[in-house]
């Protein structure tokens, strides 16, 4: 006899005869997946909304130059990396829920070491930050998308993402409604974690993951699966560079031009807005024209509004163009991951891997570069690094493409 807890029957055979006995299908813990959606969207607010879009415009109104708040921010994202390797490790030996809770209370720790200290202080909780966020989300989407339906699993990953995707939205409009330059901030952040950790603690734990049959795939040409790839590992790059340098440094650069606190956090907020509303516009141009063709428009119009954002702007025309870089600037590791999980290849975790770790990677390197150019040369510096890196971006599609 032979016993599949998932089928909806079992058989019997022997030589002569066969019948089978219905059983009971197998249920979505629907239950589950909600409470994990809810850890990681609120988890996002705090180790990532907090610390990666509100603390950068906490720490330039306690002085920092642009090469200082540039080695912050690269400390965020170098923190992350060894978070990323040693977390799928960690959750097999320990079990994701501790491997999450260990991210959120690094996060936490984080957030109660920078009220505290200086500058040597704030280097090394931003080390820990990005740590904390590395552990939560390694420990956390493999455990999702493992008890999600494989009918569903694109829809729940859209929707999830989605999700995480107002942090950049809430964190700075809630930190600008409560005071930016206060402790505010802080308590916003440690409080959103909070609320993680107690709905973790409602959460069963998981059963063992169970080893997936192979799944066999036609050979493919190695051409199209090379030039998809670097193609995706160039948006990757990219995308890290330029995401990093403007959340990090945009308010320094805010600063420059005699924005507020206020002002810089409502920009913030329209920036984010833009990241989360555009990604369906650009994922349906992808869709429909190709990679290449949203590449090209992504980095074409990062570059024009990097252009737009030099010269002088009305608040209106300032809202939109803000709202705008946004969906570019976010568009970038969108497309990257298109790229991963379209290139033909056995190796689908090996190519998404390899567009995250290039994505960390050089999004560590990012603020500290623009920072130490924007000590030297100014404030607007910043957009014609970024601009810069979006024309190169386009040359480099253009290459592809002929090839």
């Known amino acids: 006899m032979l016993f599949y807890p998932c089928l909806s029957k079992v058989e019997f055979v022997d030589k002569t005869s066969s019948f089978a006995l219905p059983l009971a299908p197998c249920r979505t813990d629907w239950l589950s997946i909600s409470l994990l959606i809810a850890v990681s969207a609120l988890a996002q607010i ?18 920092l130059d642009a090469t200082q708040l540039g080695l912050f921010n690269s400390t965020l994202w170098l923190g992350m990396l060894p978070g990323l390797m040693f977390a799928p490790r960690l959750s097999r030996r320990h079990g994701p829920r501790r491997v999450i809770l260990a991210g959120l209370c690094a996060s936490t720790a984080a957030l109660l070491l920078i009220p505290l200290g200086g500058w040597l202080l704030w280097l090394l909780a931003g080390t820990l930050a990005g740590f904390g966020l590395g552990l939560r989300w390694i420990g956390l989407e493999p455990w999702l998308y493992r008890i999600t339906p494989a009918a569903i699993r694109g ?6 993402e989605t999700m995480i995707g107002l942090s950049p939205i809430i964190a700075p409009a809630l930190a600008g ?5 206060t402790h505010a901030p802080f308590v916003l952040g440690i409080s959103f974690i909070a609320l993680a950790a107690l709905v973790l603690a409602s959460l069963r734990p998981p059963a063992p993951a169970q080893p997936e049959p192979p799944q066999a795939q036609p050979n493919v040409p190695l051409a199209r699966h090379s030039a998809l790839m670097t193609l995706g590992v160039a948006l990757a790059l990219t995308g890290g560079v330029i995401d990093a340098a403007f959340n990090g440094l945009f308010p320094l650069f805010g600063a420059g031009r005699q924005l507020d606190a206020r002002q810089i956090a409502t920009l913030l907020t329209l920036f984010g807005m833009g990241g989360l509303l555009l990604q369906y516009v650009i994922g349906g141009l992808s869709d429909h024209r190709g990679l ?8 074409g119009g990062t570059l024009l509004m990097c252009a737009l954002l030099t010269r002088p702007l ?6 939109g163009v803000m709202f705008v870089l946004g969906g570019c600037v976010t568009a970038y590791l969108t497309l990257a991951l298109v790229a991963a999980t379209t290139a033909p290849s056995r190796t689908l975790a090996q190519n998404v891997g390899r567009i995250s770790m290039s994505y960390t990677a050089s ?24 601009g810069g890196m979006a024309a190169l971006l386009c040359l480099f599609a253009i290459g592809v493409r002929r090839a």
């Open 314 to 319: 009305g608040h209106v025309a300032l809202y």
């Open 177 to 181: 409604w409560l005071g930016v330059t």
């Open 363 to 386: 999004a560590a390197c990012g603020p500290l570069l623009a920072g130490g150019v924007m000590h030297a040369l100014g404030g607007d510096a910043l957009l014609w690094q970024i």
């Open 155 to 160: 829809q729940l990953v859209g929707g999830h």
């Open 46 to 63: 705090g180790q990532f909304g907090i610390v990666f879009v509100v603390l950068p415009l906490w720490l330039t109104e306690r002085g």
């Open 292 to 299: 290449k063709q949203a590449t090209l428009v992504v980095a």
